[in-house]
């Protein structure tokens, strides 16, 4: 089995910026796609970043594109989501999930493991 856990979430005021992290454990030898998704208080869960199993691909939702970056250390089988800009509707628990399919992947379905949720709170 694979451990997902992330980490990072904050308060911060409008415009600034936090750093996320995952880490996933256990069985993680396969071509592992990883991918963040958020989920704020009376919405349904949604894609907001993905990062294929080798780091070389990647892919945005609009909302966040020019303001978030998606990266992984491959090694340590850990990915991080730099957040820049923040801005209120930014507010949400962010999941990190994990598929061991490997590729880019922006639908939920597709995603086996998934952590337990960082919260991030963005004021005006």
């Known amino acids: 089995q694979v451990q997902v856990v992330e980490s990072g979430g904050g308060m911060v005021q409008a415009g600034g910026s936090l750093r996320l992290s995952c880490t996933a454990s256990g069985r993680t030898d396969s071509r592992y796609a990883m991918a963040w998704f958020r989920q704020a208080p009376g919405k349904e869960r949604e894609f907001v970043a993905t990062i294929g199993y080798t780091g070389r691909l990647t892919q945005y939702s609009d909302s966040v594109k020019g303001r978030f970056t998606i990266s992984r250390d491959s090694a340590k089988n850990t990915v991080f989501l730099q957040m820049n800009s923040l801005k209120p509707e930014d507010t949400a628990v962010y999941y990190c999930?994990?598929?061991?399919?490997?590729?880019?992947?922006?639908?939920?379905?597709?995603?086996?493991?998934w952590g337990q949720g960082t919260q991030v709170t963005v004021s005006s």
């Open positions: 999930a994990a598929t061991p399919f490997g590729l880019v992947e922006a639908a939920a379905s597709r995603y086996d493991y």
